[in-house]
């Protein structure tokens, strides 16, 4: 992961790509601070501040992410769908909501692809062969093609700096998972939860700037069935909200899966998207 990239647990971050997790916050806690409590975190604020990250995080909690992480980083390949509802905060201080769903392919260590749809009807799709990064927009008769960093990490790295738009779900895609547990300074069990019917456990965190929340599935497959993400730092605190279904574990993809061809009657262009814009009259980037 790129240093100063739009990670969901380090500021606002594929699926923005992908046209680009929740609402919820931890609970609060606040306790009154003796004079001479103030004199120790004075004479050593650093241990204090390292003894009230772990209070704060809740090592059942932690223990949660970590099963959850480590199942996922270790499959070699996977797929599911996933259907995303999010904020976009108008200049005028509005809050409109737009969706977009799709279906994301991985294949450790250097093959991805995934095809968005946006509720605007755009259609976008992506290619990734470990070699070239090759995006599709449909809708607009449009595709460009671009030499990518020989991993997938590398990849996800690239095209956050390229698009600089929130990409959330690109935070499950790394194979490096290691940064979610690192950014979370609260972590709570909120409890169990039902999530299109399937048991799980309903957990939620606070980063420097992010709040995030995830529904990791009960049981011996802790897949991660939804995700939740509020930018506090952001005007209007903006939410994103991912419902991730339909995960599979194929023992192989055909290589057509990775494989990009040019579409009938498509125009190349240098670059398929600018930066997100708001519109001050409405409407989502």
Not at 89 to 105: M, S, W
Not at 160 to 170: R, T
Request: charged share 25%; proline share 7%; with cysteine.
């Amino acid at each position: 992961m790129a240093k100063g990239s739009y990670r969901l647990i380090a500021g606002c971050t594929l699926w923005g790509l992908l046209g680009l997790f929740l609402a919820g916050v931890a609970p609060a806690r606040a306790e009154a601070e003796t004079p001479q409590a103030a004199a120790v975190a004075a004479e050593n604020p650093a241990a204090e501040a390292g003894e009230d990250s772990e209070n704060l995080r809740d090592p059942a909690a932690m223990a949660e992410l970590k099963r959850a992480t480590t199942f996922l980083a270790g499959l070699p390949r996977f797929q599911f769908s996933a259907i995303v509802a999010y904020d976009v905060i108008q200049a005028d201080g509005r809050r409109l909501q737009f969706e977009k769903h799709g279906e994301v392919y991985l294949q450790r260590p250097d093959r991805f692809s995934a095809d968005v749809h946006l509720d605007d009807g755009r259609h976008r799709q992506f290619w990734y062969d470990g070699k070239i990064l090759s995006i599709a927009e449909y809708s607009k008769k449009l595709h460009t093609q671009s030499k990518a960093p020989p991993t997938i990490d590398g990849m996800l790295d690239m095209l956050e700096g390229v698009f600089k738009d929130p990409m959330p779900l690109a935070d499950l895609l790394y194979n490096d998972l290691g940064p979610l547990e690192e950014r979370a300074l609260e972590a709570d069990i909120v409890g169990d939860a039902m999530v299109d019917g399937r048991p799980c456990t309903h957990l939620a965190f606070r980063g420097e700037t992010v709040d995030w929340q995830m529904w990791v599935e009960q049981g011996d497959r802790p897949f991660i069935r939804k995700v939740a993400v509020a930018y506090r730092e952001q005007p209007g605190i903006p939410q994103y909200v991912a419902w991730l279904d339909d995960w599979q574990t194929p023992e192989q993809f055909s290589d057509d899966r990775f494989k990009f061809t040019v579409p009938v009657d498509s125009q190349w262009i240098d670059l398929l998207l600018a930066p997100p814009q708001v519109d001050p009259e409405g409407g989502q980037p």
